[in-house]
């Protein structure tokens, strides 16, 4: 028969053998996910690299055509000058002569107008 101290060492000794068996089934599936996290960081680094050097190229290739867009802006902020100088030539050419025409014939539609109640009979006060 078994003293109490053999019992209490026997049990202790179950549940470190239990313990170790425990850490070694979580030791084994760490390695695992080790293993397969170095695989997959592996593989992501070969297929970064070209990624990348596509961005590289998208880039040279967005300034390249932000270059050309802003000689077109150049160009059209020089078009849209020159339409405010045209436009304010038009504007003197035209509308002050029209201005002076619409005044014209309007005195001379007044003048007709009074010539015309003169000669019916009567003078508007």
């Known amino acids: ?3 109490a101290g053999e019992v209490a060492g ?3 000794a179950m549940f470190w053998a239990i313990l170790v068996c425990f850490m070694a089934v979580v030791l084994v599936r760490l390695a695992r996910l080790l293993t397969e996290t170095s695989k997959a960081v592996s593989e ?3 297929r970064v690299v070209p990624l990348l050097e596509d961005v ?3 880039v040279n290739e967005t300034n390249r055509q932000l270059v050309a867009v ?3 802006t150049e160009n059209v902020k020089d078009v ?3 339409m405010v100088k045209i436009t304010g030539v ?3 050419l035209f509308a002050g002569p029209m201005i002076k025409l619409s005044a014209l014939s309007y005195g001379v ?3 007709l107008a009074r010539r015309e109640r003169r000669a019916i009979g009567g003078r508007r006060p």
């Open 1 to 3: 028969m078994l003293t």
């Open 10 to 12: 026997l049990i202790v």
């Open 44 to 46: 992501l680094s070969d």
């Open 56 to 58: 590289g190229h998208t």
């Open 70 to 72: 802003e000689a077109i």
């Open 80 to 82: 849209s000058g020159n």
């Open 90 to 92: 038009a504007a003197m």
């Open 109 to 111: 539609r007044e003048a």
